[in-house]
Every structure is written in C-alpha cells, then in structure tokens.
C-alpha cells in the first residue's frame, strides 16, 4: 500500500531535481492528518520540511561534513512550527494573528476575502468602500465594511478593492478557480522552477562544519509576510548570515518579526537615497544568495532583476518568490496566503457545517513555500559549488495551492486533536522581552537544535556583514 506521506515527500524532492533515493532515506514518526483538514495539509507540510532537510544534508556533504543516521522529522514538530503564531509568546503575551478587517464577508453573490493586517492596506481597503481610514475602531467599522460589501457581487468587490491597490479576493469554487486565465498560467508553471541562467565556474564551497552547511555564507532577505522569512530563517539555523533589509516606508507587525526572524539580523535601507543604494550595491557584492518576495517586476526599478543582481556578483543565487507565479494576469497582484486559499477553491473545500468559506489549519502555503524555496536556494548553492552556474530559483504560493489540491495523493483522516505544543517550544531571552517560540520542525544531525540569537530589533542592525 502507498504511504501518502513517502509520496508527497518524493514529490517535492522531485521537484526540486533531487537524488530519488535520497528521499528513500526520509524516517517520520507522529501521527498522521494532525493538521486537520479535507486535503492533505499534514503531508504538505512534511514533505516541504523534509525536501529542506534533504537539501540541506546534501550541500553538507559537498562541503565535505558528514553525517551520521537517516533525516529523521515528527509531524507533531512540523505541525506546531506550521502554526508558530499561535504559540508565540512575549512576556506571556498572545496575539492575534489578524486584523479585525481581515476575514470573510458575505457578497451579493458569494463571500469575500479581505486582507487589511497592515496600516496601509487596511487604509486602500476602507478608501475603495468609500469609507474614512482616519476612524480608529475596526470593530465598529466591520459592520458600515460588510453592508458595503454585501450590496455588490464578490467579483465587483474584488475588481474595485484591486483598483485601489487594496487586497480582496472572490471566494471562488476549486471549478470556478480552474477556469480562470490565472489558473491556466499556474497549471503551466513547475512547483519548483530551478535552473542555471548563465555559466561560471564552479566555486567549491569550503569545509563546513557538522550540522551547519551554509555556516560561511551571505544571504540578503529582501521578503515580508511568512513565506520568505521562513525560507531565510531554515537558512540562518544552518549558520547563513542572513541580513534581512527592508524600506523604512514599509511598517513590520512586530509579532510577524519575532516570529520568522529568528537567527536573523535586520537593517533598513531606502534605496531612492544615493547612500542607501551604495549601502546595498556593497552588500550585494559580498553576497551568495538573494531571496525576494515581492511581485514579479516590482523590484526592477531598483535594479534588483537576476541579470541586474548578478552584475556585482556574477554567481549570485537569485531566489524569487510571488504570490500568484511569474506569468498570467494575476502575476503582478500582491496577496497572502489567507487569500491565495480563497481564490483558489481552497476556502470552498474546507467550507464550514454553516455554508461559510473555512481554512486551513495552518497557513500551510506560505510556510510550506518557505521550506520549498530554502530547499531551492541550498539545491542550488549545492550546484554551483560542484558545476557552477547563475542559479535562479522561482516559486509561488498559487503553484504549492495547486500541488496540494491536484497533485499530492489523499492524506490520512484528521487526527482528534492538535499536538501538544509544549514539547516543540522553548523559551528564552530577546530584545523584545522573553520569548516564547516554536523551535525548528528539523535539524540535521550533529546540528543546532535552535537558533544561534533570538530576533533583533526590526531594523536595528547596522547595514554590514559579520566578519567571516
């Protein structure tokens, strides 16, 4: 009989070119379905943590660290990281995951998708319904937001918050989403586009030690929003200086910060200023990898394309990630993951006993794209070190929606309960206050089984490399 979860594995491994007997090698133990839902959430999530660790062991033994025993992974870890949010802590203190303008709202026709967690975003979304950002209380506001929206068709809605440059999305039926011309543009792209854009020679990557692969290594994280920061911060834990830079005209939730930010430091560069842009070109020429997360295109003007990066370092990795894939009409729209699950049919198959749109139990694309994307950059720094070559790595949060609902055979039933969180957190001391966090779904072996320093101060950091 087939392991849905051996299955899954050796798809995301395939799709990142891996060795097929190395996920042979994968041991998991835990229950399965514990992120329960009607698709296969927990083999997801497995699979994508396990296709890190495989790329990781791999780039260890091309530089020359060894390792002792299979990679082994407990979904019950895997599940409690795939929900870190839920189980962060400062000084005691819980958060809430979402505004209270970002949910579902009944439409004329159907339900609509809000996002408004962020203050400029909530302020496009109330602008396009007409209503004044200056009022304060969301929760008085809700209810003027859901007459508004419930007087026109959810596709209206959608068409005008866009307009405004807000995020809203129609909560689509899985037929009605495999209609649309973004459907068609994802279906045509791989879960994983990796592949060399130029030649160089081969760099060999020097030893490494146990457990620490990427230790010696730059990587510049230019990402937001849990996607991207999971990617850089699997990164950090193997011992990559990650230096995360962002716009000072661009707020961070704090808790987003302190929850993916881990092992990470964090600098603000503004690069309209001719100071800042000498700043980051310095950087760049000292960097290995550069992760990014915004919309296809959004960062050209910046000089930030691949071909652009890759004049101050001619093998640079180049990791890029979007919401809805490089191509089709949708590709230049930003969104999260809560509504690439609404748009794409996801929110209809988990619909609630009342008729309402539901969830997944865990923001499963972003995290699982993340682990998708550190898997790519390592599959690549791997490539580089042994046959060189301008590695650019391409995923998308629509892409991994498409794996999950088409692709990834059908998971296990639904476990009774959530894990026990207790045994896969811990605690300790952080510029924010004591923090309690969800330790890594992974480790190799021999390596750390958390990260080297808690979060900084979001843009506290001076904009320069640690001395190797």
Not at 11 to 30: I, K, M, Q
Not at 113 to 142: F, K, S, V
Not at 227 to 254: K, N
Request: charged content about 20%.
């Amino acid at each position: 009989m087939v392991n849905p979860t051996t299955e899954s594995i050796r798809s995301a491994w395939a799709a990142l070119g891996g060795d097929p007997a190395a996920a042979a090698t994968v041991r998991t133990a835990g229950p399965a379905g514990v992120l329960p839902a009607r698709l296969p959430v927990t083999d997801l999530a497995v699979a994508c943590v396990a296709a890190a660790g495989l790329a990781a062991l791999e780039l260890s033994r091309a530089r020359g660290a060894g390792t002792d025993g299979p990679l082994t992974l407990d979904s019950r870890a895997v599940a409690v990281s795939f929900t870190s949010e839920r189980h962060l802590r400062v000084d005691g203190r819980a958060f809430n995951g979402f505004a209270p303008l970002s949910r579902f709202w009944p439409a004329a026709d159907g339900w609509v998708r809000t996002h408004a967690n962020y203050p400029h975003h909530r302020r496009r979304l109330l602008a396009a319904l007409d209503l004044d950002p200056a009022r304060p209380d969301d929760e008085a506001l809700a209810a003027t937001v859901g007459q508004r929206i419930g007087a026109r068709p959810a596709v209206e809605v959608e068409q005008h918050v866009t307009a405004a440059d807000g995020l809203a999305v129609a909560a689509r039926t899985p037929e009605g989403w495999d209609a649309h011309p973004q459907a068609a543009a994802v279906a045509a792209e791989p879960l994983v586009r990796l592949r060399a854009d130029a030649a160089t020679a081969a760099r060999p990557a020097p030893p490494a030690p146990p457990g620490l692969p990427a230790a010696g290594l730059r990587v510049l994280d230019l990402t937001r929003v849990i996607a991207g920061p999971v990617a850089t911060r699997f990164l950090a834990l193997l011992g990559a200086d990650v230096l995360r830079v962002d716009s000072p005209g661009l707020p961070e939730l704090e808790p987003q910060h302190l929850d993916t930010d881990a092992g990470k430091r964090s600098t603000l560069l503004d690069l309209g200023r001719d100071a800042d842009r000498a700043r980051f070109t310095a950087l760049l020429a000292d960097a290995d990898v550069v992760v990014t997360g915004y919309r296809p295109g959004a960062l050209d003007r910046w000089g930030l394309a691949p071909e652009a990066l890759r004049r101050h370092r001619p093998d640079l990795v180049v990791a890029r990630l979007s919401a809805w894939g490089g191509t089709g009409p949708w590709a230049g729209r930003r969104s999260f993951d809560s509504l690439v699950q609404a748009a794409t049919g996801i929110a209809d198959i988990e619909r609630q006993p009342d008729g309402a749109p539901g969830v997944l139990p865990a923001q499963a694309l972003d995290h699982g794209t993340g682990y998708l994307l550190a898997a790519a950059v390592l599959r690549a720094l791997t490539q580089r070190a042994r046959d060189g070559g301008a590695w650019t790595a391409e995923l998308s949060l629509a892409r991994t929606a498409r794996w999950l609902r088409h692709e990834l055979p059908a998971g296990a039933a639904p476990t009774a309960a959530p894990p026990d969180p207790d045994p896969w957190c811990a605690e300790r001391d952080s510029p924010a206050g004591r923090l309690r966090y969800a330790l890594p779904p992974v480790t190799l072996p021999g390596g750390p089984r958390t990260w080297a320093g808690p979060p900084t101060r979001w843009g506290g950091d001076p904009p320069a490399w640690l001395a190797r």
